[in-house]
């Protein structure tokens, strides 16, 4: 299954591809409350940053671990993210629109989650996140 959802964010790329990409680990909680994120690898967030991730969006703790596997400065920012129910992979490409305003869109990829199933908590968490962008930049 797959799910994509857009926002447009007033302010400059920059600034939104910083907030999601590069201040992840710090960021996350914020738009989320129901994420909890450690850092399972040394330096700068890139392509091989590893994070550790707990979170309680269906009722019971469940861990597991994010890896980034795209990194393009201003342009893409890509999970592979693992928690128990296999792998599924989260996508955000950044498009600058006008002088100060960027468009985020998302693409949320289950492969196990047939697309016949339920996904209306899944796509209220990320459209959660999306909308709390504005207010937390």
Do not use: C
């Not at 296999?86 to 196990?112: H, I, K, M, N, W």
């Amino acid at each position: 299954m797959k799910i994509e959802l857009s926002e447009l964010i007033n302010h400059p790329i920059s600034d939104v591809f910083t907030f999601y990409a590069d201040d992840h680990l710090q960021n996350h909680p914020r738009w989320d409350s129901e994420m909890h994120l450690s850092l399972a690898t040394d330096g700068a967030v890139g392509i091989g940053t590893v994070f550790n991730r707990r979170h309680t969006h269906f009722g019971d703790p469940i861990e597991g671990s994010m890896t980034v596997i795209e990194f393009e400065r201003d342009e893409l920012f890509g999970l592979a993210i693992d928690d128990g129910f296999g792998e599924f992979y989260a996508r955000l490409r950044f498009e600058q629109v006008g002088e100060s305003s960027t468009r985020v869109s998302a693409v949320v990829d289950v492969p196990s989650m047939p697309d016949s199933a339920d996904a209306s908590r899944l796509i209220a968490v990320a459209e959660k996140w999306l909308h709390n962008t504005e207010d937390l930049l």
